[in-house]
Structure formats: structure tokens, C-alpha cells
T-cell receptor
Framework: DTEVTQTPKHLVMGMTNKKSLKCEQH?????MYWYKQKAKKPPELMFV???????INESVPSRFSPECPNSSLLNLHLHALQPEDSALYLC???????????FGDGTRLSIL | KQEVTQIPAALSVPEGENLVLNCSFT??????LQWFRQDPGKGLTSLLL?????REQTSGRLNASLDKSSGRSTLYIAASQPGDSATYLC????????????FGGGTRVLVKP
């Protein structure tokens, strides 16, 4: 069982919908991450939050909007996505400044 | 710019054979290197993390070595089992202050019964 929990596991949405992906960890980690992974490719970093503040934005389109309401939660708000945004979205967390990154099982997102 | 390469991209072995997975990186100034396993449609499971000051880490049938000067890490899996079939990814972290990982492309492993 993973210690990073992501919901929902699967999401199908139209290009005009607004939805949110959620991630939760209770390991006391102060760094949290969003990754995007396409089939047969390694994960690509999207955002990093450090102590609840956005520290890295890898030039992600504004239709993806991250939010870190507290040290245990990380959200990714989605709006007006494109079909090429269909992918597995992974959340991860780590101790700030050290230690391994722990990943959730991801949300499989399909854009119609 | 750090580049991480994993060769081969795919590997098939009979059950019981030892697995040797390779990871190479171009910039030796790394903070640590992490090996992951990913099953189809699932997230990444952390297997081993080697700090830059370490030469190897072991966990059960898994052993990972690190040679920073040559830019290489190797993951050994002893006595492979069909349950070891998965994609194995390595990732390097550039520095203590940086949280960004650079991933290799992964090696897809099939262990045949």
C-alpha cells in the first residue's frame, strides 16, 4: 500500500470541464510534487511545493493550476484541457532537502 | 544539463537468472540516485536510494552500486522471479537544495517462468 494517496484513480472529462486531482500524505513531508507521465515514458516534473509554497513550475500551461492548502494536501485544478493532456498524473512527496521521493498510484486522466 | 540513460530499454530473462540493470548519467555532481519500480498503470515504488557519498545499498535480493566518477549505477536483482517483471527507472537528484529528479527512460523487464 502506498503512503501517498491520490483521488480519483480514473477521470474522464471533456475539454470544457473543470475538475481537480487530489493528493494526500501523512508522513510529515514538506516537499510535494506533481508529475505527468505518458505511456512508455518516464515521469515529467510539473510542479514542486516546498513548505506549502510553489518552488518549481516547469513552464506548465495555465490550464493546470496547482494548490497546496496545507502540508498534507496537494491539489491540481484542471480547466479547458486538450486531448494531448491525457496521461497518468502522479503525486509524490519527500522530506525537505533529503530522502527518497514517495509516489502515489496516480490518476489516469482521459480528455475527450 | 544532466542526462540519464538506461540501456537496454527492454530485457527478457528466464526465472532464476540474475538481473543487471544499468543507469548512466552525464554530470557526476549528484546528491543522490534513486531506483524505482513501476508496474503497468501504477505509480512508482522506491526500491533503493544511494547518497553520493555511498558506494552501494542493499535490500533483500536487490543491490545497487554507484560510481560517481564514471557516472554509472547498477541495480542487481538476484535469482529473478516472475513477480520482478516491471519497468525499472533510475533518477538522479542534482543537489541538496534542488528537489528536481532527472529520470532515465527505464528498462522494461520480463522474467519468464
Amino acid at each position: 500500500d502506498t503512503e501517498v494517496t491520490q483521488t480519483p484513480k480514473h477521470l474522464v472529462m471533456g475539454m470544457t470541464n473543470k475538475k481537480s486531482l487530489k493528493c494526500e500524505q501523512h508522513m510529515g513531508h514538506r516537499a510535494m510534487y506533481w508529475y505527468k507521465q505518458k505511456a512508455k515514458k518516464p515521469p515529467e516534473l510539473m510542479f514542486v511545493y516546498s513548505y506549502e509554497k510553489l518552488s518549481i513550475n516547469e513552464s506548465v500551461p495555465s490550464r493546470f493550476s496547482p494548490e497546496c492548502p496545507n502540508s498534507s494536501l496537494l491539489n491540481l485544478h484542471l480547466h479547458a484541457l486538450q486531448p494531448e493532456d491525457s496521461a497518468l498524473y502522479l503525486c509524490a512527496s519527500s522530506r525537505q532537502g533529503e530522502g527518497p521521493q514517495h509516489f502515489g498510484d496516480g490518476t489516469r486522466l482521459s480528455i475527450l | 544539463k544532466q542526462e540519464v540513460t538506461q540501456i537496454p530499454a527492454a530485457l527478457s530473462v528466464p526465472e532464476g537468472e540474475n538481473l543487471v540493470l544499468n543507469c548512466s548519467f552525464t554530470d557526476s555532481a549528484i546528491y543522490n540516485l534513486q531506483w524505482f519500480r513501476q508496474d503497468p498503470g501504477k505509480g512508482l515504488t522506491s526500491l533503493l536510494l544511494i547518497q553520493s557519498s555511498q558506494r552501494e545499498q542493499t535490500s533483500g535480493r536487490l543491490n545497487a552500486s554507484l560510481d560517481k566518477s564514471s557516472g554509472r549505477s547498477t541495480l542487481y536483482i538476484a535469482a529473478s522471479q516472475p513477480g520482478d517483471s516491471a519497468t525499472y527507472l533510475c533518477a538522479v537528484r542534482p543537489g541538496a537544495a534542488g528537489n528536481k529528479l532527472t529520470f532515465g527512460g527505464g528498462t522494461r523487464v520480463l522474467v519468464k517462468p
